[in-house]
């Protein structure tokens, strides 16, 4: 099984990024696909996840600037984030559950103030 995240970059306070991810290979039983961060300083963490039924979770800090979503017959998820902030600034990581957690290299997003 492969990730393959794209859509960081270099973005100024307040602007927008959509990172993606396509999962492929020998994927079975995919219930689960989210994306998580690794900020300066701090663990990995939560940052948004969706169910193949689309029921969707998301970390606090989110404050409804951000929103995922999903291609299941692409096996591609999605983060949209908008109202970025230089504290969302970190290395974003797709993920997985398909019988077991599948990570992604990850994609680094720069807010800038």
């Known amino acids: 099984v492969q990730l393959q995240a794209s859509g960081g970059g270099l973005v100024q306070a307040g602007g927008s990024l959509k990172l993606s991810c396509v999962a492929s290979?020998?994927?079975?039983?995919?219930?689960?696909m989210g994306w998580y961060r690794q900020t300066p300083g701090k663990q990995r963490e939560l940052v948004a996840r969706?169910?193949?039924?689309?029921?969707?979770n998301y970390a606090d800090f989110v404050e409804g600037r951000f929103t995922i979503s999903r291609d299941n017959a692409k096996n591609t998820v999605y983060l949209q984030m908008n109202s970025l902030k230089p504290e969302d600034t970190g290395v974003y990581y797709c993920?997985?559950?398909?019988?077991?957690?599948?990570w992604g290299r990850g994609t680094l997003v720069t807010v800038s103030s």
């Open positions: 290979g020998r994927i079975f039983n995919l219930i689960q």
């Open positions: 969706i169910s193949t039924a689309g029921i969707t």
């Open positions: 993920n997985i559950y398909a019988q077991t957690d599948w």
